[in-house]
């Protein structure tokens, strides 16, 4: 149980709320409690009518680099529960509703399913799986202006092993992401600071002119969490 609790001196409500320990419930599982329901952004994200936190990331990347624009075609790999293709739709005008503006599309693919979300098309798929790619392309049918993932492996809670798992999934999408974009495209993917993404970046700086790290005001400054935003899409080279 949760409640609020009174500031000392001037009979105000303090904002933060204390979670009271139950039966049968794990300390990790009463510090996860307590950190969301105190969390501005999983408050923010209720308030504003998305899915989850994450949805901030990709806007508060999407503020800085411009590549969520009106008429862009999105491919989301791992987008439940759907925060970053709620953002997608909106910012690409998939739903046409500003007349003005190009009307873009948003491919979402997951392993779990995905509630609908207006303007979005969404699919299960295991993008790990022998010729996932190649469904994917089907669903797409032609290129992609934005390649964008937010893929994570289920944690074992070893680092450096969570931390390669991520990394093969970041590869994947990036491989993927190359034979999709069209020139001047952009890929956007969670990755896990940890030393072996020092390959992922070479990589991506022979198909991007630009290749930068960064780690959003939504992400907690607690996680290794970053993401690599990869800008201007060569081609073949």
Known sequence: ???????????????????????????????????????????????EGYRGRAAFKILELDDKFRFLVPGARVVDLGCAPGGWCQVAAKRVNALGTRKSKLAGTVLGVDLQEVDPIPGCEL??????????????????????DVVMSDMAAASCGHKQTDHLR??????????????????????????????????????????????????????RSNSSEKFVVATGFRGDI
């Open 1 to 47: 149980m949760a409640k609020e609790r009174k500031s000392s001196g001037r009979g105000q409500r303090d904002l933060r709320v204390r979670v009271k320990s139950a039966k049968g419930r794990k300390l990790s599982s009463t510090l996860w409690l307590d950190r969301q329901l105190n969390d501005p952004y999983v408050q923010r994200a209720q308030k």
């Open 123 to 144: 699919h299960v798929l295991d993008f790990m799986e022998d010729d996932a790619d190649i469904k994917v392309k089907d669903w797409l049918g032609g290129q992609a």
């Open 166 to 219: 991520i990394i093969a999934l970041c590869e994947a999408a990036a491989y993927f992401a190359f034979e999709v974009l069209a020139e001047n495209g952009t890929f956007v993917a969670k990755v896990l600071a940890g030393g072996a993404e020092g390959d992922l970046q070479k990589l991506l700086k022979q198909k991007f002119t630009k290749v930068m790290n960064v780690k959003p005001p939504a992400s």
